[in-house]
């Protein structure tokens, strides 16, 4: 029998109200059942978040270097725990041990830099246009988060928004991926045992419409803070901006690695399958689009054909393995369905395209695939696969390669391989994304810079580093008049004009 796990609100493990539970099994092995979760519903949802507004009080008055310690004890809990809490999310979600090792680090330096964060979380100080008179900006929460997260970071997501947010004096409802809830439970045990107080952060499991949705529609809601596709971040858009609600989104992408005719092939085409496969293609960063001058691109598609030969499929357990299987049969389907876009779109299949489930004992695995020679236009060049699925695309020297690949909706993450310094640089300002990466692939961010997209990818905000302080915080501007008199400002100003 599986381990049933609870939701957690107000500081206990409780079940859903109506008593329903979901399974979540290995996408490696779907036969092995990891745990029986709560399948919560609005009436969870609400209690969840009237924990936390009833919360809210104290903990936005606790002093942000406190919060921050308590955030300092939940990170070295992480670090004590990284290999079984990396071990974990490989048989949960399916990737290799090496990027759950990334998804978990990625939370510790998220707890790293944001406990010290609530000894800084700066405001200004400026002069003010009038005499005796002191004006300055302080940092307040926003109030009640709501965090909705996929399941491809699992531990990554809610914790670069949790921490954040705990440390700005939020109190948050966490609604994480229907596919990979005992990661966020084993989050949410490191949170209680490093004293994170009762309604500060509350989880509840299940699912998108059932649990997501009446977290967004809340109306002790302050702000939602969600990382996922586009179609439902729109949804949570429409929703939570007519109730004028903070709203932050992180979509995805459709990011493209592009060679210039001088790049380093070796280099070039070894970035490309790192970001192309590593997590079976399932990052938003993925270099899904490798865009080529045309004079080098049978180099660089024979260096790509060569090495996914060289890529072993298999259990992500196992040390040698480098791509694991999708994350559930939907989207093992949804990625084979693409490759059938592909071919009939007459893009050229040159490796993979096949489903894997029956050489691994009914495991979600695919082909690592790539197609040649599609063009821009073509949906597999358009549209997020999310999945080991590369599509090249040949283009005619560097203007043709920066309008393609700037030419889809999308505007996460891009990458140029160029030894021409001048025409790197332009490509850095000519480039559609939030990310560009000279001579390395679209993949791998780092905590103290900002993280997000341009375009349709989000709505203007950067999560992480200080970006994230911003996004955590309200602004309050403050004036602090001692000269004894009433003071009006543009009126008594003492400009050059009005002498
Ligand atoms: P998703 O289907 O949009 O789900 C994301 C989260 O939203 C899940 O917790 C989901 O619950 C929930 N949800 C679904 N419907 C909802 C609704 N109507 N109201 C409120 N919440 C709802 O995305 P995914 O398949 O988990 O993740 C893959 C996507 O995430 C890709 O598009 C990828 O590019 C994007 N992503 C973006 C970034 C970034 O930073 N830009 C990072 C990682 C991933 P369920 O689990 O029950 O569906
Ligand atoms: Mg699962």
Do not use: F, H, K, Q
């Given at each position: 029998m599986a381990d049933t796990h609870l939701n957690y609100i107000d500081g206990r493990w409780v079940p859903a109200a109506d008593g329903d539970t979901f399974l979540d099994t290995n996408p490696a092995r779907p036969d092995e059942v990891l745990g029986e979760f709560q399948r919560s519903g609005p009436a969870d949802v609400d209690a969840a978040v009237q924990a936390a507004a009833r919360a809210q009080v104290e903990w936005r008055h606790t002093p942000a270097p406190l919060r921050g310690e308590i955030v300092a004890r939940a990170t070295r809990m992480l670090v004590e725990r990284k290999p079984e809490l990396a071990k974990g999310i490989t048989r949960e979600m399916g990737k290799v041990l090496v990027d759950s090792g990334y998804d978990v680090q990625g939370a510790i330096t998220s707890g790293e830099y944001m406990a010290g964060e609530g000894r800084r979380m700066f405001g200004d100080t400026v002069p003010s246009g009038l005499s005796n008179r002191m004006a300055m900006t302080v940092r307040e929460p926003v109030g009640v988060v709501g965090i909705i997260t996929p399941w491809n970071l699992p531990m990554l997501m809610p914790a670069w928004k949790l921490f954040p947010a705990l440390v700005c004096g939020n109190t948050v409802v966490v609604k994480p991926a229907e596919d990979t809830p005992l990661t966020a439970v084993r989050l949410f045990e490191i949170l209680e045992e490093a004293g994170?107080?009762?309604?500060?952060a509350n989880l509840v499991t299940g699912f998108g419409p059932e649990a997501g949705q009446p977290l967004v529609g809340h109306p002790d809601i302050d702000m939602i803070s969600f990382t996922g596709s586009q179609s439902v971040g729109r949804r949570i858009a429409t929703s939570a901006g007519g109730e004028l609600k903070h709203v932050s989104l992180e979509m995805g992408g459709k990011n493209a690695l592009v060679v210039l005719d001088d790049a380093d092939i070796e280099e070039a085409v070894a970035g490309a399958l790192w970001g192309g496969f590593s997590t079976a293609g399932q990052r938003?960063?993925?270099?899904?689009?490798?865009?080529?001058?045309r004079r080098v691109a049978d180099d660089v598609v024979d260096g790509l054909v060569e090495g996914i030969r060289g890529l072993v499929v298999g259990?992500?357990?196992?040390?040698?393995?480098n791509v694991g299987p999708l994350i559930n049969g939907t989207q093992l389907e949804r990625v084979h369905s693409y490759t059938q876009v592909g071919i009939g779109e007459g893009a050229?299949?040159?490796v993979g395209g096949k489903k894997l489930q029956d050489e691994f004992g009914g495991g979600y695995f695919y082909a690592p695939t790539l197609f040649d020679n599609a063009s821009s236009d073509m949906r597999i060049a358009q549209e997020e696969i999310f999945g080991p699925t590369v599509t090249v695309i040949r283009v005619d020297g560097y203007d043709d390669a920066i309008s393609v690949a700037n030419g889809t909706r999308y505007g996460l993450s891009a990458a140029v391989y160029t030894r021409d310094t001048a025409r790197a640089l332009r490509a850095v300002s000519e480039l559609q994304a939030g990310l560009v990466y000279l001579n390395a692939p679209t993949i791998g961010s780092e905590i103290h810079l900002p993280f997000g997209g341009v375009k349709d990818t989000g709505n203007g905000h950067r999560e992480s580093g200080p970006s994230a302080i911003e996004q955590f915080t309200e602004i309050k501007t403050v004036f602090l008049d001692y000269s004894g008199t009433l003071q009006r400002a543009h009126i008594d100003e003492p400009t050059k004009e009005s002498g």
């Open positions: 994170v107080p009762p309604g500060v938003c960063t993925a270099s899904s689009r490798i865009v080529v001058d259990d992500p357990l196992d040390a040698d393995t050229e299949l040159v």
